[in-house]
């Protein structure tokens, strides 16, 4: 049976939930999970009856990176497919980012890579205190380009330099702490919380938002150019197809250190 990378329902209100759907894989991002995203994103925003966007990741946890699979065949692909790869990453975080009306992310389980790009791309992030958190994939020798911008948008440079490079995972609370999540709350108080936010924001113009939303990314520079873009792609896929790259992604494969490790 086919796999849905990304499910999607709405409710009464307009309020549409993406669930990212790879739940045996950690919801691990996959061509077929960003060409949904892609799509998908632009889509809800021309139709007024929705009202708001809440993600959320299936299973165990909310989503763990790129699907490492996928990440090597793309490393072993000609250039333009390789690039293309980088670009589709790119985009949808763009895409999100940029996204008119509100966006919302539950976080629990792992967040790591492109998780934590989608909670710098909302606007509302609520984590659970059982959460954990990595900007992880400099560990297997790739670069977080596509998501290296809005990773300094929400956390600001000093942090995203030291969790990029190092790679080191942390709690709800660090994450809390250096913006990359709004409010930490228990498994079984967080929905309540949503749906305060969720109801506040109800009370406010979709046009209202929209605007302010333009307003606040577009005055301050923090949208994407195709230029801009297609710079962070080639970084993305030039470093993913290095020696360092391709000895990274083996490694985390067969679960063994790279080369470079102590």
């Known amino acids: 049976m086919t796999e849905t ?3 999607m329902a709405r409710d009464a209100r307009g309020i549409v939930t993406a669930t990212l759907n790879r739940p045996a894989l950690g919801n691990a991002y996959n061509g077929a999970m960003l060409s949904a ?5 632009p889509q809800l925003a021309a139709d007024p009856s929705v009202r708001g966007l809440v993600i959320r990741g299936a299973g165990k946890h909310f989503q763990a990176g790129a699907d490492i699979n996928w990440l090597s065949q793309a490393a072993a692909s000609a250039p333009e497919q390789a690039f293309a790869a980088s670009m589709m990453t790119t985009r949808a975080m763009q895409r999100l980012n940029e996204f008119q009306k509100p966006t919302f992310a539950v976080i629990h389980g792992a967040c790591f890579g492109g998780g ?3 909670a710098c791309c909302v606007d509302v992030a609520l984590a659970t205190t059982e959460a954990s958190f990595g900007i992880s994939e400099v560990r297997v020798g790739v670069a977080p380009t596509p998501i290296s ?3 300094v ?3 600001g ?3 995203a330099r030291r969790y990029a490079i190092t790679g080191e995972r942390f709690g709800p609370e660090e994450a809390m702490r ?3 999540v709004h409010e930490v709350h228990a498994p079984d ?3 309540a919380r949503l749906e305060a936010i969720i109801a506040a924001m109800m009370a406010s113009s979709p046009a209202g938002i929209a605007m302010t939303k333009t307003s606040l990314l577009q005055s301050n520079g923090l949208t994407l150019s195709e230029h801009q873009m297609t710079a962070l792609a080639n970084e993305s896929w030039m470093q993913r197809a290095s020696e360092e790259g391709r000895e990274g992604l083996a490694a985390f494969r067969e679960k063994r250190k790279p080369r470079w490790a102590p």
């Open 116 to 118: 934590t790009g989608i």
């Open 189 to 191: 108080a967080i929905e």
């Open 157 to 159: 440079l000093r942090h």
């Open 153 to 155: 948008h929400a956390m």
């Open 178 to 180: 250096i913006g990359l």
């Open 37 to 41: 995203l892609i799509e998908g994103l």
């Open 149 to 151: 911008t809005h990773m």
């Open 5 to 7: 990378p990304v499910l």
